[in-house]
């Protein structure tokens, strides 16, 4: 009697179990996935001129919408940041991964009002003196 339990049970449910199977393998490949393209940006991530181009309201916070060269080429990009609809327009440093600039974070700490400074084809290194020196006390 239990058998014949178990089997109904198991024979309705059969589309739910795959279904959750198929999530709990999609979060354990894509949560240390994120993390690690994380890490990667931290480490091997250059600095390049950005300019945010629009503020959307979300349901869960706000998304910064901005565009910024690299090689030669033009991206645009969202990141979850609060950054003031009056800031649209503005430049930021933006950190991108040179092997994959489609990942990027928009730094909202590090606005651009010069607008002599010139960026390199491949973005700095490490963030550029000309900023350090207007912001000295911000930390990375």
Known sequence: MKNEIAKLFFKKNLYAIVVLIVLIFT???????????????DKDGVYVIGTLIK???MKGG???VFKFEFHNKIWEDGNYKVIGM???GSKFLVKVLPSSPNINEILPQYPIKNKI????YD???V???EIIKIYPS???
């Open 117 to 120: 400074i010139h960026q390199p």
């Open 123 to 125: 973005g700095w290194k």
């Open 55 to 57: 503020v959307k309201g």
């Open 62 to 64: 706000q998304k910064v």
């Open 86 to 88: 009056q800031h649209i």
């Open 27 to 41: 979060f354990l490949y894509y949560i240390p996935k994120q993390n690690r393209l994380i890490d990667t940006l």
């Open 138 to 140: 911000i930390n990375e």
């Open 127 to 129: 963030i550029p003196n």
